[in-house]
Nanobody, 123 residues
Framework: QVQLLESGGGLVQAGGSLRLSCAAS????????MGWFRRAPGKTRESVVS???????AYADAVKGRFTVSRDNVREMVYLQMNSLEPEDTAAYYC?????????????????WGRGTQVSVSS
């Protein structure tokens, strides 16, 4: 079973940046495509980005050009660099893992989930 732990959330002003990190349990990371999702207050969870082991990616339209995903397969970490943040980006951000070999924004394919880290963007 994969255990995921997110970190790096916080409060930032609009236009600012944050970098989220997701640590995976030892020895399992290389099997999985990783994804970031978010849930804003009062809304359903939505996809943000997906990245495969070979660094193929898929981004949600809402974050294209502002967010960048990366992974370190040696350290078993996934990162989400978020730039030009907007109040609409305020949400709990979740890291997730899927055995899919292609990037996928469909949360139904993700088996393992972290507990989330809160990002708040003030106007």
């Amino acid at each position: 079973q994969v255990q995921l732990l997110e970190s790096g959330g916080g409060l930032v002003q609009a236009g600012g940046s944050l970098r989220l990190s997701c640590a995976a349990s030892e020895g399992t990371f290389s099997r999985y495509t990783m994804g970031w999702f978010r849930r804003a207050p009062g809304k359903t969870r939505e996809s943000v980005v997906s990245i495969t082991l070979s660094n193929s990616t898929a981004y949600a339209d809402a974050v294209k050009g502002r967010f960048t995903v990366s992974r370190d397969n040696v350290r078993e970490m996934v990162y989400l660099q978020m730039n030009s943040l907007e109040p609409e980006d305020t949400a709990a951000y979740y890291c997730a893992a899927t055995i899919s070999t292609v990037p996928t924004l469909n949360e139904r394919f993700y088996t393992y989930w972290g507990r989330g880290t809160q990002v708040s963007v003030s106007s």
